[in-house]
């Protein structure tokens, strides 16, 4: 029957593939029709690969009536980011200047996604060029979270998040600068994990040492845990093209099975430094009561950063600056004047944000890298006696469109990140994931779960626990 694999998980359709229940044309049909009858909802898709998804499924098909062996992602349909080449396949960055640009060579992880049997059939929305806490830009508009269309995805993943949410695809990977992979993971009610950085290549030319300014991760985004293990096994290990990639030396599948008896939790829903709505505050309680039911041994401890959120934020803006100026010389590299003559075609808030920033001088760089080290030094020292720290991932919930809150319980924030208390963990190199927690007024709420650096199976095994205590599969709109 039409449509029935896209209420399957990754691992549920590799698993009935590999039964003979469904076939890999079957299964790639089911999801193009869904995004065709509901991508309109959203906005999550950008571009649909409907051509080469088809071939690719038949390819795999033939491979199944041939006996080879069969990966662990055969004839899975995977979605990817719109600033996340995929060869022969449009990638706009969600930005005018590049709306009929078409890659010609596949991203490290989608070229290890594709390796492991995953099917693309599409490109998800994103702000222009991922700078940004929601998605919006003016070649596709904005997308919104499937529990209220009126309201955001958060983003920069929001694509991604949306499309999951709405069952489009059982896997849509992100990728998180500032949050990019956790925010849409908390406002759409979905599974995403930052990975500790380095474990997923990110293939970055002409700079290939560009990510560590402010660390940027690439990393799974699904309906389950199981399948967030399943798609960072398929993900992660070094590339020799990329100087940051490292080794993965943990079973990702195994953790999610494991108890959780013997991990420590420090619970400090604000990291002691954010405002958060109380209703916001209360979900996150509820959901870390559950983890201590579950086994682990749960302390209320801030991890007593040094520096407050402002100054944080401050750091953060810094180092990404860096980063967003090194657009906009790639830009002119491709004869594009985004800071002249193609201003007028950027996104409002790519202007505001990027070009009317002030390009840092390199003592103020160095003092965010100061500021970045005491960070560090303060979580590590929590992770001197605890394998996590749990906290809110959003400060509210998700917003109408254009419409950030300035104030979080009377106290005033930035109306652009604000709200968001995954900085830090950019800063700072450490996996971090947003678990669905749990719902205020219909809206989802995502719990943060952050591990010591390499300690992503941690994260795995405690999320994974939650999920078993508290499943939020059924809880999706239909």
């Not at 389950?224 to 100087?243: E, F, K, Q, S, Y």
């Not at 947003?434 to 300690?455: H, I």
Request: overall charge negative.
């Amino acid at each position: 029957m039409g449509g029935d694999s896209t209420q399957f998980s990754a691992a549920g359709i590799t698993r009935r593939i590999r039964d003979g229940e469904l076939s890999p044309v079957e299964v790639v049909e089911d999801h193009l029709e869904g995004i065709r009858e509901r991508n309109e909802r959203t906005n999550a898709f950008v571009t649909v690969a409907e051509e080469s998804a088809r071939e690719a499924a038949v390819e795999a098909e033939r491979a199944i009536e041939d006996g080879e062996p069969l990966p662990p992602l055969h004839g899975v349909p995977v979605a990817v980011k719109d600033i996340d080449d995929v060869a022969g396949v449009e990638t706009t960055h969600g930005s005018r200047l590049l709306e009929d640009r078409v890659a010609d060579a596949d991203a490290a992880y989608v070229a290890r996604l594709k390796a492991a049997g995953a099917i693309v059939v599409g490109k998800t929305n994103a702000p222009e060029f991922g700078v940004g806490t929601t998605t919006d830009n003016r070649v596709a508009g904005p997308t919104s979270t499937p529990f209220d269309l009126d309201r955001t995805a958060g983003g920069s993943s929001g694509g991604a998040g949306a499309a999951l949410a709405d069952r489009l695809v059982p896997l849509a990977p992100g990728s998180d600068t500032g949050g990019s992979i956790r925010i849409p993971a908390s406002a759409c009610g979905v599974y995403g994990h930052k990975p500790t950085y380095g474990l997923v290549p990110n293939v970055d030319r002409p700079n290939a040492f560009a990510s560590h300014t402010p660390f940027y991760h690439v990393g799974p985004m699904t309906r389950t845990v199981d399948d967030a293990a399943l798609a960072l096994t398929a993900m992660a290990g070094p590339h020799r093209d990329d100087p940051h990639s490292v080794p993965a030396t943990d079973d990702y599948l195994a953790a999610v099975d494991r108890p959780i008896d013997d991990l420590r939790i420090a619970y400090s829903p604000d990291l002691g430094i954010y405002p958060l709505e109380p209703a916001v505050r209360e979900t996150i309680d509820d959901a870390v009561g559950a983890l201590e039911r579950a086994g682990a041994t749960v302390d209320a401890v801030d991890p007593r950063l040094a520096h407050d959120r402002e100054e944080i934020l401050e750091a953060f803006y810094t180092m990404a600056t860096v980063r967003w100026q090194a657009t906009l010389d790639d830009l002119e590299d491709r004869g594009f004047d985004p800071r002249d003559e193609d201003r007028d075609r950027l996104h409002h808030a790519f202007v505001e944000t990027v070009l009317d920033a002030e390009p840092p001088t390199v003592r103020e760089l160095t003092r965010a890298d100061v500021v970045r080290s005491r960070v560090f030094d303060d979580l590590q020292d929590c992770f001197e006696e605890y394998d996590l720290i749990a906290s809110a991932t959003l400060a509210t919930t998700p917003f109408p469109h254009g419409e950030p809150p300035e104030t979080i319980d009377g106290v005033d924030v930035g109306p652009r990140r604000g709200w968001v208390l995954t900085q830090p963990y950019n800063l700072t190199g450490h996996p971090a994931a947003s678990v669905p927690a749990g719902f205020v007024d219909g809206l989802p709420v995502g719990l943060q779960l952050a591990g010591e650096r390499f300690g992503d199976a941690d994260v795995l095994a405690a999320s994974a626990a939650l999920e078993r205590r508290r499943p939020w599969i059924d809880r999706y709109p239909t």
